[in-house]
């Protein structure tokens, strides 16, 4: 079956770049959306489609997916950015990532 | 602003069936754009999609989940359900209810959730 890969935690400090990856069998030829979980709080979705953006989004959260790697890239990280973020594809199933933690710090 | 709420049974007994609903306001079920789907949230673990349907009542359901999951919809009270049967341990989670774009395949946007425990 196929299977998504995320590292379970990234870190990073205030301002800097974080780039979260998501690994799949030709995943490039696949769309890919990301999704950020907060604590106790539902997921929200942050990029769509590979790299679109959904209104009320920061322009500091991008994607790309190529090959077999899809990136979220969010610039001049802040500490609100700080949460876990799931990647999300489907193939025989719709399936996501097994999430990773952003800490910011 | 679309807006998705779950309702349902936060305890039930394991071998027991599990039902949810997911109420719509803000906007009709009926959509040729958008669908409406399941995800499911083990505690202090990833997301698990559940499955969907379509306002037609086409379903697609995850295959390990398929023999005992069935969605269901109501237009005239802009909801859709979900029930679960012979459940166990395992089918503790958070369940969200969500709208998922036909053929591209993302969910937005989520309801709150709900905690559905399988307990004896």
């Known amino acids: 079956s196929y299977v998504l890969t995320q590292p379970p935690s990234v870190s990073v400090s205030p301002g800097q770049t974080a780039s979260i990856t998501c690994s799949g069998h030709k995943l490039g030829d696949k769309f890919v959306s990301w999704y950020q979980q907060k604590p106790g709080q539902s997921p929200v979705l942050v990029i769509y489609e590979d790299d679109k953006r959904p209104s009320g989004i920061l322009e500091r959260f991008s994607g790309s997916n190529s090959g077999s790697t899809a990136t979220l890239t969010i610039s001049g990280t802040q500490a609100m950015d700080e949460a876990d973020y799931y990647c999300q594809t489907w193939d025989i199933n719709l399936l996501f990532g097994g999430g990773t933690k952003l800490t910011v710090l | 602003q679309l807006q998705l709420q779950e309702s349902g049974s936060g305890l039930v007994k394991p071998s027991q069936t599990l039902s949810l609903t997911c109420v719509v306001s803000g906007g009709s079920i009926t959509s040729r754009d958008y669908s409406w789907s399941w995800i499911r949230q083990p505690p202090g673990k990833g997301l698990e999609w559940i499955g969907h349907?379509?306002?037609?009542?086409?379903?697609y359901y995850d295959l390990s989940l398929k023999s005992r999951v069935t969605l269901s919809i109501d237009r005239s009270k802009n909801q859709f359900s979900l029930t679960l049967k012979s459940v166990t341990a395992a089918d503790t989670a958070v369940y969200y209810c969500?709208?998922?774009?036909?053929?591209?395949?993302?969910?937005?946007?989520w309801g709150q959730g709900t905690l559905v425990t399988v307990s004896s």
């Open positions: 349907i379509y306002d037609s009542g086409r379903t």
């Open positions: 969500a709208r998922i774009r036909t053929n591209r395949n993302w969910f937005d946007p």
